[in-house]
């Protein structure tokens, strides 16, 4: 029903910058938030931040003020601009989209397959 592609994921050295992409695409009745998580093997994924459709931002403790989402709600894609980069960034990182697929249905999440980022020392 919805898909999410990313991009953007790679290598990069520790204080350097990387931006991700996520589009969403399918049958989007209302796009309420996007967001990315990320997850290292072992343990929970967690939130790094998302935006709603009406621009509002949350963002985890540890990226505040080094990431910046961004929503384009046009082509319904969000971008994470990931400056400063620490090794501990280092994760697989997914986008999620907060979707009501057609009127009167509950929204629920969608997500990416997963792009890895690795910021070296």
């Known amino acids: 029903q919805v898909q999410l592609v990313e991009s953007g994921g790679g290598l990069v050295q520790a204080g350097g910058s990387l931006r991700l992409s996520c589009a969403a695409s399918?049958?989007?009745?209302?796009?309420?938030?996007m967001g990315w998580y990320h997850q290292v093997p072992g343990n929970q994924r967690e939130l790094v931040a998302f935006?709603?459709?009406?621009?509002?931002?949350n963002y985890a403790d540890s990226v505040k003020g080094r990431f910046t989402i961004s929503m384009d709600n046009a082509k319904n894609t969000v971008y994470l601009q990931m400056n400063s980069l620490k090794p501990e960034d280092t994760a697989v990182y997914y986008c999620?989209?907060?979707?009501?697929?057609?009127?009167?249905?509950?929204?629920?999440?969608?997500w990416g397959q997963g792009t890895q980022v690795t910021v070296s020392s």
């Open positions: 999620y989209a907060d979707v009501q697929y057609r009127e009167y249905v509950v929204s629920r999440y969608y």
């Open positions: 399918g049958s989007i009745y209302s796009l309420n938030a």
């Open positions: 935006i709603t459709s009406d621009g509002d931002t």
